[in-house]
């Protein structure tokens, strides 16, 4: 089993930061997909970054040259920075790991945290 805790997020001004944390409860073994999405009012859940076990990563266009994901194995932790925020970047962000080695059970997320960007 696999749990997944956000923290990090909260209320920034147009053009701040913040950084996104998602603690994962132990090692993840053999290949995965850790990924961001995010969750606007009356609009459907995105992908804003993933990351794989192969160390490949993907962007949504909207956050590409803004937003990073990155992991650090030794805090099994992974990260979202985001930089030059947008009132649109407004939303609730999960944390989601996949593990593709697994037929099932291999889908977990976190309970979201919320980010608002204001003007």
């Known amino acids: 089993q696999v749990q997944l805790v956000e923290s990090g997020g909260g209320l920034v001004q147009v053009g701040g930061s913040l950084r996104l944390s998602c603690a994962v409860s132990?090692?993840?073994?053999?290949?995965?997909?850790m990924g961001w999405y995010r969750q606007a009012p009356e609009k459907q859940r995105e992908l804003v970054a993933s990351l794989t076990s192969a160390g490949v990563t993907i962007y949504a266009n909207s956050v590409k040259g803004r937003f990073s994901i990155s992991r650090d194995n030794a805090k099994n932790t992974v990260y979202l920075q985001m930089n030059s925020l947008k009132p649109e970047d407004t939303a609730v962000y999960y944390c989601?790991?996949?593990?593709?080695?697994?037929?099932?059970?291999?889908?977990?997320w976190g309970q979201g945290t919320q980010v608002t960007v204001s003007s």
């Open positions: 132990r090692n993840i073994f053999g290949a995965y997909i």
């Open positions: 989601n790991v996949r593990l593709l080695i697994a037929t099932s059970n291999n889908d977990f």
